[in-house]
């Protein structure tokens, strides 16, 4: 594997001009590390940074290869709902590009249906170029493991009911309601929320557990590699959450490594996310109204007070894992990618 390095600044991206400088200067780092790419057969971009797709399609049609739209996320939507990218001349220029990107593309890929139909529906994406393959976990080296594990013990987890947010702390998340869920259930004596990450919101979240004055939320740094599998057996359940209305936008890709790790959730999303409908059509999760901290914390307390039927949705999480699994995904790029490389070498 040859790889060759894209760099840019990386300057704090709490304000557009840092934001702005790390995006342009990635994008000109990646059109000069095309320059030295000679002829492949498949050319794959991701959507963020934004534009870097530019310098993929440029690269692609360079060199006579096969153009894929990788669509992790859908600009400007995601930057304009996450409030902290609010500017409309770059927003409208952000839409323009993704859009003739999605014109261009031989193919494109979505994460979900729910990503697929803002595609074809908003973005005016071909239906017979959009592929859906859902992002995965390893369910081979992410496994069901002991609630009873060094990482519990050392953190006080091992004889409390801990609910987990793991992964980004950020705007996107809404975590705002899961805290003011935790003010709701302090009876729950055993109830631990747990969030464990970095972001954006974190500073804001933790000041407001101060001022709520709530002892059942704890906040944990991110894991490293080696302690990751602990610590998602630590947690008796997860939340998987996201602002309304930026379903299908974005896709929460940790959902996942919850389901290979043998944990039920409860999704506080809107029912069209992959995040309910699989919780609906696995019976591993339950579904919270999105921005409604009563019926988060009334969710959180069906899975607190009915621990067995927890653990059975736990075990139907691991069985719908094996759906996602990090080789049936793959399979899904290579069929994908060797159907395009035929019709580039025909052509």
């Known amino acids: ?31 000069a590390a095309g320059m030295a790419v000679k002829a492949p057969n498949i050319v794959v971009s991701l959507t963020d940074p934004p534009i870097v797709g530019l310098a993929a399609w440029w690269t692609a049609r360079r060199t006579g290869a096969r153009f894929v739209f990788l669509c992790e996320d859908i600009f400007p939507e995601v930057a304009a ?21 999605l014109r261009e593309a031989d193919a494109i890929v979505a994460l979900g ?3 697929r139909a803002r595609l074809v529906d908003e973005k005016g994406a071909d239906p ?60 729950k004596e055993r109830l631990t929320i747990a969030i464990v990450g970095d972001g954006s919101r974190r500073a804001w979240l933790e000041a407001e557990v101060a001022r709520r004055n709530l002892s059942n939320v704890v906040f944990l740094p991110y894991q490293p590699k080696e302690t990751l599998h602990d610590s998602f057996a630590a947690a008796d359940a997860f939340l998987v959450s996201l602002k309304p209305g930026i379903e299908g936008y974005i896709v929460p890709s940790k959902l996942y490594g919850i389901l290979a790790a043998g944990r039920p959730y409860v ?41 067995a039927s927890t653990k059975q949705m736990g075990a139907n999480a691991r069985e719908a894992a094996l759906r996602f699994d990090r080789k049936a995904a793959v399979g899904q790029y290579y069929d994908l990618f060797a159907q395009l490389a035929r019709v580039a070498r025909a052509a």
């Open 128 to 187: 017979e170029r959009v592929h859906v393959i859902h992002n995965w976990a390893d369910c081979e080296r992410i496994r069901p493991g002991t609630k009873d594990n060094p990482f519990a013990r050392a953190m006080g987890f091992a004889d409390r009911f801990v609910v987990m947010h793991s992964g980004n702390v950020g705007m996107s998340q809404n975590l705002d309601v899961l805290i003011a869920a935790a003010d709701l259930l302090r009876a």
């Open 1 to 31: 594997m040859r790889i060759l390095r894209a760099n840019g600044t990386t300057f704090r991206p709490r304000r557009f001009a840092g934001r702005a400088s790390n995006y342009l200067t990635y994008f000109a780092s990646s059109v």
């Open 81 to 101: 709902l996450l409030e902290d990218f609010h500017n409309p001349l770059v927003n409208r220029t952000l839409d323009r590009i993704n859009r003739s990107l």
């Open 113 to 115: 249906d729910r990503m």
């Open 267 to 307: 999704a506080a999303v809107d029912p069209s996310c992959e995040a309910a409908e699989i919780a609906v059509s696995h019976r591993c999760g339950l579904l919270a109204k999105p921005g409604d901290p009563a019926d988060l914390a009334d969710k959180i307390a069906i899975l607190y007070d009915a621990q």
